[in-house]
């Protein structure tokens, strides 16, 4: 007779918490099934594959994935060097879902996670019964049972809308032929030509702002004409570009300098207080945006929209799980990432407690865990799938056992002020202050 621990634990996504999560799972004798939606590991990634991360391969790389890479002779590339998504993706991520062998499966695209024979109002025998996982292949439908699941799918699919309150601006699907989610890349001469001599919006405050800011700069450079609009919900402050020299990841604190650079040499100009309500467009097709004052833009050929991502629950509606109200993160995970409080860079050591969910046995990890909240760092999630790992083994004492110290930003928000235009200007009282 089959019993509970007969059956895998069913990880949803092959990017690199799904992928590590397997390998945990593995190292302690139990069998992992990974169902990945795309053609081949790490898809989200490789969407971004000319990006290059400001994390180093010593930062990006987990200790039970090289174990067991280790036979296959690979051999992790200077620690010290910071990777594009594509080395991430085809020297460390692909060569260890190889390593897993059948134990992932491809175009596999899960539609639904209950418990067999129980919908999620009802209680008798609840835990008792195996998780079932229902996905859709090429052939068909299928369904399998698990002794537990692991949501390492990201958020990668579900980016943010241009829309100030979170839903799609009005026109914004109309324009979708002038809007991306993604930062371009410039080296393909199909997506340089788009950008070339034209206005661009940027949408967006973070990372990938930065790095469409900086590669639209340095298109400036080489093609006459070429010009930004940096689109802010808030005003321009010291803390708006990130912590720079003071960061401890060098290379995220250059990327924030590098869009500093591209404000101040003039090849984008930004537009502060602007929550962006409507995109129009004019007799010639340009968008003009408009935001909710009625204040409009001057017509932009392209829109870059890159104001974060969110996590898709709708193949977890049948499943008990506890989230917060705001980032839709865990419940116990969500006040230690909140960016309403804080933006410091530093999270407390959390794992399997934090992580779970009035449904035991479920584990939303990775880029997904952290909800809306934009500060995740792989580092975090290895270290979240090692104690979940050990949790599902039954080793809870270290599984509790959570070490993790993330690097600084050098900045710091302000309580309650993240979406303020006022937020991180002196007098605003940061957490740091």
């Not at 093609?223 to 689109?231: H, K, L, R, S």
């Not at 968008?287 to 977890?316: C, H, K, Q």
Request: aromatic share 6%; charged share 20%.
């Amino acid at each position: 007779m089959t019993t509970l621990a007969d059956l895998p634990v069913v990880v949803i996504g092959a990017g690199p918490a799904g992928l590590a999560a397997a390998a945990h799972l593995v190292g302690r004798g139990i069998e992992p099934l990974v169902l990945e939606a795309g053609p081949a590991a790490a898809c989200g990634v490789r969407d971004w594959s000319h990006v290059r991360l400001f994390s180093t391969w010593g930062e990006i790389t987990d200790p039970a994935a090289e174990k067991l890479l280790a036979p296959t002779g690979w051999a992790r590339p200077d620690a010290a060097t910071c990777p594009t998504g594509g080395d991430w993706a085809e020297q460390y991520l692909q060569p260890l879902a190889d390593a897993l062998g059948e134990r992932v499966r491809y175009t596999a695209t899960v539609t639904g996670v209950s418990r067999a024979g129980r919908d999620r109002i009802v209680d008798a025998d609840r835990e008792a019964q195996p998780f079932t996982v229902h996905f859709t292949t090429a052939g068909g439908e299928e369904r399998v049972l698990a002794r537990a699941v692991i949501d390492a799918s990201g958020t990668w699919t579900t980016p943010g809308p241009a829309g100030a309150d979170g839903l799609p601006a009005l026109g914004e699907k109309i324009a979708a032929d002038r809007i991306t989610y993604r930062v371009p890349d410039l080296k393909d001469p199909a997506v340089r030509a788009r950008y070339a001599g034209r206005r661009t919006a940027v949408i967006g405050s973070g990372a990938s702002a930065f790095t469409a800011l900086a590669a639209l700069a340095g298109l400036a450079k080489d093609e006459p004409g070429t010009d930004a609009v940096w689109i802010l919900r808030r005003g321009i402050s010291g803390s708006t570009f990130g912590g720079g020299t003071a960061d401890q990841l060098p290379a995220r604190g250059a990327l924030g300098l590098a869009a500093k650079a591209a404000v101040d040499d003039g090849h984008a100009n930004a537009v502060t207080g602007f929550r962006t309500e409507a995109i129009g467009r004019d007799e010639g097709g340009r968008l003009i945006l408009a935001d909710e004052g009625g204040r409009r833009l001057d017509p932009v050929d392209e829109a870059i929209v890159v104001t974060g991502f969110r996590p898709d629950l709708s193949f977890l509606s049948e499943i008990r799980l506890g989230v917060d109200e705001r980032l839709q993160a865990p419940s116990a995970l969500a006040p230690l990432i909140d960016p309403n409080q804080h933006s410091c860079g530093t999270v407390r050591p959390h794992g399997h407690r934090e992580l779970s969910h009035p449904e035991p046995g479920i584990y939303l990890v990775g880029m997904k865990s952290y909800g809306r909240a934009p500060t995740f760092l792989a580092m975090t999630g290895y270290e979240q799938v090692r104690s979940v790992a050990a949790a599902i083994a039954g080793d809870i004492d270290s599984a509790d056992r959570v070490e993790l110290t993330l690097p600084e930003t050098g900045v710091c928000g302000g309580a309650g002020l993240f979406d303020d235009q006022t937020a991180g200007q002196a007098d605003a009282g940061g957490c740091c202050s």
